[in-house]
T-cell receptor, first 113, second 114 residues
C-alpha cells in the first residue's frame, strides 16, 4: 500500500515551458486535492476533485489546470510556467465527508527560472 | 470566509518540558479542526482532529489538543517534549458551509533542544 505518490520529485523549468505533475493514490479515495506550499503561507488549495471526472477551483487556481480521468489519478498542469509558480506542490486524498483527514504525498519541488 | 491563525512562527522548548503550539480560527458555522505535522522534505502527516464531543482530543505521538469554542482556539499540547518532535506544525479548519475547502494556518516551527 503506497498511499499517495507524486511524480516527479524535483523539476526545473524555464519561463513559458509546460509540465504535468502526476498524483496517484491506491486507497480508493473519492476526493483528491492539489496544494502549493510557500514559506510562511501554509498550504493553499489550487484545485480539487470530489470524484472521477469532476474538478473544482480552490483558493489559487490561476495558471493551473487539472484532470481526474481515473479515480486513482489527479493531474496538475502548468501550461506556461512563471517564476511565481516556483513552489512545493503537494497532492492529497481523502475518503470524502468533511470530517475525514487528508493523506498527503511527499511533494514535488518545482523551480521556474 | 474561514481562516486560521498560528501566531508564533517558532516555538522553542527544552526536551522534557511541556509544549504548546497555538491556533485560533474563524468560521461561520461549526468547525472541523485538524493538526498536521511536517518533517523535513516530507509531506504532511495527520496528528489529530476535533469534530464534536470532548473538548480535549488525543492524537498520535502523545499529542493532544484542546478545543475552546468561546476563545475560538485549538491549541496543540504535549506534556513532555522530545527532540524528535522538532518539525513544522500546521493547524487547519474546515467549515461545513465551505464545502471541501480545508484552510491551513501559516505553520509553526517547533524546536526541541536537548
Amino acid at each position: 500500500n503506497a498511499g499517495v505518490t507524486q511524480t516527479p520529485k524535483f523539476r526545473v523549468l524555464k519561463t513559458g515551458q509546460s509540465m504535468t505533475l502526476l498524483c496517484a493514490q491506491d486507497m480508493n479515495h473519492e476526493y483528491m486535492y492539489w496544494y502549493r506550499q510557500d514559506p510562511g503561507m501554509g498550504l493553499r488549495l489550487i484545485h480539487y476533485s470530489v470524484g472521477e471526472g469532476t474538478t473544482a477551483k480552490g483558493e489559487v487556481p490561476d495558471g493551473y489546470n487539472v484532470s481526474r480521468l481515473k479515480k486513482q489519478n489527479f493531474l496538475l498542469g502548468l501550461e506556461s510556467a512563471a517564476p511565481s509558480q516556483t513552489s512545493v506542490y503537494f497532492c492529497a486524498s481523502s475518503p470524502g465527508l468533511v470530517f475525514n483527514e487528508q493523506f498527503f504525498g511527499p511533494g514535488t519541488r518545482l523551480t521556474v527560472l | 470566509a474561514q481562516s486560521v491563525a498560528q501566531p508564533e512562527d517558532q516555538v522553542n522548548v527544552a526536551e522534557g518540558n511541556p509544549l504548546t503550539v497555538k491556533c485560533t480560527y474563524s468560521v461561520s458555522g461549526n468547525p472541523y479542526l485538524f493538526w498536521y505535522v511536517q518533517y523535513p522534505n516530507r509531506g504532511l502527516q495527520f496528528l489529530l482532529k476535533y469534530i464534536t464531543g470532548d473538548n480535549l482530543v488525543k492524537g498520535s505521538y502523545g499529542f493532544e489538543a484542546e478545543f475552546n469554542k468561546s476563545q475560538t482556539s485549538f491549541h496543540l499540547k504535549k506534556p513532555s517534549a522530545l527532540v524528535s518532535d522538532s518539525a513544522l506544525y500546521f493547524c487547519a479548519v474546515r467549515d461545513i458551509g465551505a464545502g471541501n475547502m480545508l484552510t491551513f494556518g501559516g505553520g509553526t516551527r517547533l524546536m526541541v533542544k536537548p
